[in-house]
């Protein structure tokens, strides 16, 4: 995990399109949104769905505050790419916390809920991509398929750990460095 916050402070440039629209993301006044491969996606959870996000934030609270932490839903750029991901979860060092956005590799835990609508977006393109850029530590809320499963140890092509799936209802272990069991069945 890198010690200092990413940041993103390119200036627009016309003929760069990776700066430009993640320039225009970050600058437009609306409802808030994410870019997955190129393809700009409104965020608009459901209750269920922000249920859920709840449920994990409340059980890794203490974990995340002893470990001088925050949990949120805050920007994760991913340079080089056109995207730009808001997970659903993210659990990042307190002092990075300011930054405009993060790099995955600067999160300890990042978390995705899948919708009806984006399902495959978390169970394949951000699986694969959060492991291209190291997040150490990738939970997947599988709402359709009433699943958990962690990803763990990634690198270029892949997470090469995987514990899960786990049907809704079943504790799952979250590692250190939160040591701690999940509890799944109110998701």
């Not at 996000?53 to 949120?72: E, M």
């Not at 939970?139 to 690198?155: F, H, I, N, S």
């Not at 979250?174 to 701690?180: N, R």
């Amino acid at each position: 995990m890198s010690a200092q916050p990413h940041s993103y402070t390119a200036s627009y440039v016309a003929d760069d399109p990776e700066t430009a629209l993640k320039y225009a993301i970050q600058h437009h006044q609306g409802d808030r949104v994410q870019i997955v491969e190129g393809v700009i996606e409104p965020l608009s959870p459901t209750w269920g769905h922000e249920k859920a996000a709840d449920k994990i934030r409340n059980q890794i609270a203490p974990a995340v505050s002893k470990l001088g932490c925050v949990s949120g839903s805050g920007n994760l750029d991913l340079p080089g790419s056109n995207n730009w991901y808001v997970p659903d979860v993210a659990v990042v060092p307190e002092d990075l916390a300011d930054a405009t956005a993060l790099v995955p590799e600067q999160t300890l835990l990042v978390v995705e809920i899948t919708s009806d609508s984006n399902g495959d977006t978390g169970r394949i393109v951000k699986r694969r991509r959060y492991a291209e850029y190291g997040a150490p530590l990738y939970l997947l809320v599988d709402r359709q398929e009433r699943t958990c499963t962690l990803y763990a140890a990634p690198g270029p092509l892949g997470y090469t750990k995987v514990d899960g799936p786990h049907p809704f209802g079943t504790s799952l272990a979250l590692p250190e460095p939160f040591g701690l069991e999940l509890d799944t069945s109110d998701f």
